[in-house]
């Protein structure tokens, strides 16, 4: 075989791999580059046990911050909580049990962390489900709007005035490039009249938006600054509800191998949250919209002012807020 007729395939290989590699990279996105300490300063995280929660968890730690972890499973909590004290090579990290699915759950979470806490200078709304079948919190809210939305919703307001008095602070929440499909439904919010998993899921994540862009409001000249982000398409435990049938289940290993490509891992999807919790360059920001490492636009649907104070009064009175001190 002539040295002409290898020539070609191998060049052909070669420019696949290469082209896989560029769009592995391309993939993986923006990386915090602070190296900024947080010595002293108290970090909280929801849903701290797994994925980009455990990886900004491990991160903090390393900058010298106490973090605490709250997570729903007091197993796979105090589980992670040791994984990240060996990781991060800090005894500075500490589990609280928090069920953002029950409210009663929510203010025992807070009520202890206000007991024991002096500090709380970093809230970070990480946890979420994602396409999860049709079911019900609790107290009664669609599973989706409750967790990602109201449960996070209770649990900055009562953390709230200990996060002032610790300014300058941050509050994170986590949202997603999703929120485009989203569409605050005020005639059904809990979905009792038609149920879409992909669409409970976009209007929650909507939610976050909304939430954050009127807390930064209400917090203007308090110095604690709020953040929306998205961390990316992340390979993550996040993703365990889109196998539930068989017929996804046999789509999504289908799209696997190019979704393996495309998608971040759990270090690369942590680095926006690390990003808001420490970059100086958002230093006096407020209310504005991230993902890899930059500030992004948003679109018109979630910079609805009318919307998002409808939804923040809604919001309170789902959680029996309205109408008494927080």
């Known amino acids: 075989m002539s040295s002409s007729s290898l020539f070609y395939p191998a060049a052909a290989v070669g420019l696949t791999v290469i082209g896989l590699v560029a769009l592995r990279r391309y993939s993986a996105g923006g990386v915090c580059r602070s190296k900024k300490k947080l010595d002293g300063k108290t970090v909280i995280i929801t849903g701290a046990n797994t994925g980009i929660g455990l990886e900004t968890t491990i991160d903090l730690a390393c900058r010298n911050a106490r973090v605490v972890m709250a997570c729903r499973s007091e197993e796979r909590g105090r589980r992670a909580c040791t994984e990240a ?135 203007e000249g308090t110095d604690v600054t709020t953040y929306s982000l998205h961390p990316g398409s992340v390979n993550s435990e996040l993703n365990r509800h889109l196998t539930s049938s068989l017929l996804t289940r046999i789509a999504y290993y289908l799209v696997y191998p190019f979704y393996w490509l495309t998608s971040k891992t759990t270090w690369e999807g942590a680095q926006t949250n690390i990003y808001c919790a420490v970059s100086e360059d958002l230093e006096g920001v407020s209310g504005r919209y991230y993902k890899d490492c930059a500030e992004a636009k948003l679109l018109p649907l979630a910079r609805d002012d009318a919307v998002a104070k409808k939804l923040w009064d809604v919001s309170e009175k789902l959680i029996g807020l309205s109408g008494r001190d927080e």
Not at 151 to 169: D, M, N, S, V, Y
Not at 196 to 203: H, I, K, L, V
Request: proline share 2%; hydrophobic share 40%; glycine share 4%.
């Open 85 to 219: 004290k060996q990781r991060s090579n800090s005894n500075n990290i500490v589990f609280y049990q928090l069920d953002l699915a029950d409210l009663e759950s929510v203010r025992r979470f807070a009520a202890e962390v206000l007991k024991h806490e002096p500090r709380i200078d970093i809230l970070l709304n990480n946890a979420g489900l994602m396409m999860c079948p049709y079911s019900k919190t609790k107290d009664g809210f669609e599973t989706q709007f409750g967790v990602n939305h109201l449960g996070h919703f209770l649990l900055t307001h009562l953390l709230l005035e200990r996060i002032k008095e610790c300014a300058p602070a941050r509050i994170i929440n986590v949202s997603s490039f999703l929120y485009a499909y989203g569409n605050i439904n005020f005639d059904d919010l809990m979905s009792e009249k038609s149920y879409s998993d992909f669409g409970a899921y976009a209007q929650s994540k909507l939610a976050n938006i909304l939430f954050t862009r009127v807390l930064a409001d209400r917090l």
